[in-house]
């Protein structure tokens, strides 16, 4: 026995081992698939020094000896991060072995513990070589609109032992699916329920490339016999989601007369003598088809309609007579869009979260209105009946109720969520229920839609947001829960459509859908308000992730808005493991800017839905997200993956902009900085995009060894930045700088967007103007910083003095910034010194501001500042969602200012880390914890003040290194462990700047502490 080596394996562990940044995926198509691993010790100062990759055919054969599809042989690295696949290539639909052996920094090697493997596709791309003949197939004599989800089914006999199934499937619309009458979901090895994905196979630029999942059906083949089975329903595919309109961009796939519905698939077994059999979508082998099932309409706005009626027993399962029904015949997919791809998907797919259901905290009965006369818009109020009404939680969130056809009853989930209702009711045969969802009550103000206490449905504009149930009456109670639909909700309102009928509710539960990425992320403070508003983030992500990152949940949009995106991106990458759901994104953006454009990227994709917003082309803010997703992402992962594959694109879309305005070297256009309090010329924001782009693609350019390309932007940077500096500062003769950013124009939109007027040293303005250093000198610097500062603190003497501004109509320390400075004003706020202002932006809950919301009962991040107040009511119904992720963006000053973990630009992904806690020197927050998994481990970075003394531990990952500012009005009073930084070996001392201490660390784990005199106690 070699008790070093067993002793340190028992320190240190290797784990974590991911390909395409998922454990043990199926169907990877990847020609060259990423691995990684996490080394994981206690111990200070563990790193990989080298590492070795096998990969084996089998278990084993997983040894140095006889590894026989790879062996990457002893490599010298302390990266463990997106090492690509080198070997011979991979075979389709095959199972490999792989594992890693790290070398320490003592050069002893510690081998992987974990039993990792990954299976590949079908390894095509033109969706007709590996599918053995697979159709695209369609109900025959169906139209395209006509009521009834499709059913699809084949039965197949089988010839042996099963060894192994795997099923590829995809979807012109979205599909539930079934094998021997069992609902399909994804199998974990060691957990006999399935988890349940959500309306695969998600939303693509179905004319350039479609989906397909690939899943372990190995668990149903239980019989001599397979029946293969779905539902599907209209998804994105034929819903008007798709619908584009002039200037805005059309969509090539979407049809006013209604696509039809279309399943692709091939079930490939193997059985125990090594024999292949598959069963495929096709026209000719026994596939029937019908629509006369239970779910008779379902659209992604509007809603779900089930009669449990209509319910067909044992339709999708094995010997059931389907001679009645249809035959199927072959969708025109193929002729009508011939260059599309089917692709297997990577990453993760949108699931039901069963942790996070959410129960209803109260249950209203009405089934009157009163006080119209007396109420201040004539609507009334809702008259509560008391006796029946639920107001304890622990009451309401048994449910357990009963509605006539008289009553009107409000359930309140108290979350804003996104999903669906799960129901489990009790009547007669034929009842039918109507349940309505909503994010808000109404109140008495003028911007209400019904009477108060009623469900506030105007902002969801034409969405109709509705399902309907039809019981069949079973005697023990039966339970709905829609699969082709979802919601963005608080409140469920139910009734009872049936004349003369009472239900009972026995049960209601608010089921959570989202893309089902690992969340990495979590803040936690003194400050009860900001917690608050940090789970308002995290929610607000959850129902905005949905397949593709939207805007909205609830409303007739739920579009990828490509500026949403981007300034989201950095909080989404912390909040979660985000990084393959961005590059998947950034794919379709790449896509929409082949299909609907001549270089340039869009406002939104995938679809031509708003790719042009309002017929802005190259919208600055929105279009550049096309440049910075990918520099976000290889900054918070260290893989430079997602920049080789877009590179083309970006460079492509750098030369069209030079296409459009050349050597003045200004930006294309822009709407601006959208639903902004003081307004900012949409050129200036333009052209800083511009510059912003040029200064990213110098460093991704160098990044992937293009150094020509990196010279060239480079150029390109300095000369925008001095058309900047020419167009848009003024100096006076006194020195007096003016940042003139009403250089241009707002950009003005009827009713709902309400944009302020342009002003001179608007805060956006100058925040990206020092962001970029788009100034001549030090001087100018400062003097644009004492503008910004003087802008937000906002005082009487301010005001006084800029009595035309804007700034006067609100309150001290708040911000007048819209969507393209919300995740720039912090950030910057902090790397010019003044943390302090930040803070008071942060814990400002006058409008506008991030409590104003929260001081207004928000449980989602809002898209308006103002979207609502209880002095005010509602705002504009033209364009007010309650969950709307943007705004949200001020925890990436959270996770890296306040709690103080930052990526270092140099060394991304983390390896190494800056730990930077910028502390309240008022007092008013006075601990916050923070934590980030990041691809090489888990960061803890935790501050408490206590008197003048602040109480600092952290926790760095083994394989990376860390630079700790550490707050301190004296040098000599930082101390690590109870001792003197300078008396310890494991830390270097690098300076001592602006207040900080400078130290390097490897990893462990670390106590420090320092004094800190002269701050304010809160009062």
Known sequence: ???????????????????????????????????????????????????????????SQLSEISADIWDSGKVVSDVSVAIKYNGDTLEPSTKYYWTVIVWNQDDKPILAQENAYFETGLKSMDGNKGWSGAKWISMDGKDANSHGAPLLRKQEKLYGTVKRARLYISALGVYDAYING???????????????????????????????????????????????????????????????????????????????LALFAKLFIT????????????????????????????????????????EIQGWNDTGFDDSEWNDVKEHDFTKAFPNATVTAFNGDTAQVIDELDQFPQSITYYNDVINKDSSKNGRGAIDIDSKRTILDSERAKECDVTISDEDTVIFDLGQNMVGVPKITVQGEK???????????????????????????????????????????GDAEGETYQPTLTFHGFRYVEVTVVSPNTSVHLKSLIGKVVMSALEETGSIVTSHQEVNQLFSNIMWGHRGNYLWIPTDCPQRDERVGWSGDTQLFANTALYNMDAAIFLE?????????????????????????????FMGVVGNGGWADAGVVVPWTVWQMTGDTTIIEKNYHAMKKFMDWIYSQTGETYRGPGSIGDWLNFEGTAKELMSDAYYAYDAKLMEKMSLAIGKQEEANKYSKLFERIKKEFIKNYIVIDNNGKLTLKSTNGSPFN??????????????????????????????????????????NIKNDEDYKRTHPDSNRVNYAENTLSVGFLGVNVIAPVLSEVGHSEVAYSLLLQDQMPSWLYSVKNGATTVWERWNSYSVEDGFGDVGMNSFNHYAYGAIAEWMYKYMAGISNDEARPGFKHIHLQPNIDQNKRLTSVSGEYKSLYGTIKSEWKMKGDTLHYNVSIPANTTATVWMP????????????LVREHNEMEVIDYKDGKAILKIGSGNYVFESTIQNTKENN
Request: aromatic share 10%; glycine share 8%.
């Open 968 to 979: 301190t009005s004296d040098q000599n009073t930082v101390k690590v462990g109870g001792k």
């Open 430 to 472: 034929g009842s039918q229920i109507k349940l309505r969802f909503t994010e808000m009550l109404n109140d008495d103000s003028e911007g209400a839609d019904g009477p108060q206490g009623s469900i506030y449905t105007a902002s969801l504009r034409s969405a109709k947001v509705t399902d309907y149930y039809t019981l069949k």
């Open 271 to 310: 059985y125990e003598d090594e024999s292949v059999h598959s069963v495929v979508t096709d026209i000719n082998s026994g596939w029937k088809a019908a629509d006369s099932g239970p779910i008779r309409s379902d659209d992604i706005y509007d809603g779900e309609i089930y009669d449990a009626t209509m």
């Open 1 to 59: 026995m070699n008790t070093q080596k067993d002793n340190l394996k028992s320190k240190v562990k290797i784990n974590n081992l991911k390909v395409e940044n998922a454990y043990n995926p199926l169907g990877v198509d990847a020609e060259k698939p990423r691995f990684s691993w996490m080394m994981e010790s206690d111990l200070h100062g563990q790193k990989q020094t080298a590492y070795q990759i096998l990969v084996a055919s089998s278990p």
């Open 749 to 790: 939109m009827p009713n709902f967007y309400s944009s302020a007027d342009v002003e001179d040293n608007s805060q956006c303005a100058l925040l990206w103007s020092l962001k970029l250093e788009l100034y001549e000198n030090e001087d100018q610097k400062q003097q644009m910083v004492d503008l910004l500062v003087e």
């Open 182 to 260: 069992q609902k399909l979901g994804i199998i974990h090895e060691g957990n006999e329920s399935p988890t349940m994905e959500f309306m695969p196979p998600g939303w693509t630029n179905y004319d350039s490339n479609i989906n397909y999942m690939t899943y372990d059906v190995t668990p149903y083949m239980k019989d001599d016999v397979v029946t293969l089975a779905a539902v599907l329903g209209n998804g994105w595919w034929n819903s008007r989601i798709s619908k584009g309109r002039e200037p805005d961009g059309l969509t090539n796939y979407y049809s006013d007369e209604g696509n039809e």
């Open 584 to 612: 998947n994104w950034m794919e379709m953006l790449t896509d929409s800017q082949e299909a609907y454009g001549e270089g340039n990227f869009h406002s939104a994709s995938p679809s031509g839905r708003y790719s042009d």
